[in-house]
């Protein structure tokens, strides 16, 4: 699976962003696809999954202020990003999981990945 992700920036907390992910035509109908981030010195961790259905999940940290969604007619996944904090300044990555749902998997077992965007939230 090819993915390309955009949309990444600095932002003052309280601001919103959207990133999105372009993926190979076939991916939203077969697989688990999910957003992850590293902060600086950091592990990777999980952030939002959403599966075939359109089944989502979310990090704790993030409820209530990310989305993820998908658009099939664009290949596109996104991750709308409201009311941020310096704390979600890190390198945000897509990736897919080769199966069509239980998508709220560590990131180990995530198949294939973008090079990932940067967001950085300033005070």
């Known amino acids: 699976v090819q993915l390309v992700e955009s949309g990444g920036g600095s932002v003052q907390a309280g601001g919103s962003l959207t990133l999105s992910c372009a993926a190979s035509t076939y991916a939203f109908s077969r697989y688990c696809m999910g957003w992850f981030r590293q902060p600086p010195g950091k592990v990777r961790e999980g952030v939002a999954t959403i599966d075939i259905y359109g089944f989502t999940s979310y990090a704790y940290s993030v409820k209530g202020r990310f989305t993820i969604s998908k658009d099939r007619a664009k290949n596109t996944l996104y991750l709308q990003m409201n009311n941020v904090k310096p704390e979600d300044t890190a390198m945000y990555y897509c990736?897919?999981?080769?199966?069509?749902?239980?998508?709220?998997?560590?990131?180990?077992?995530?198949?294939?990945w973008g090079q990932g965007t940067q967001v950085t939230v300033s005070s």
């Open positions: 990736a897919a999981l080769r199966r069509t749902r239980a998508c709220a998997a560590t990131w180990q077992e995530y198949n294939d």
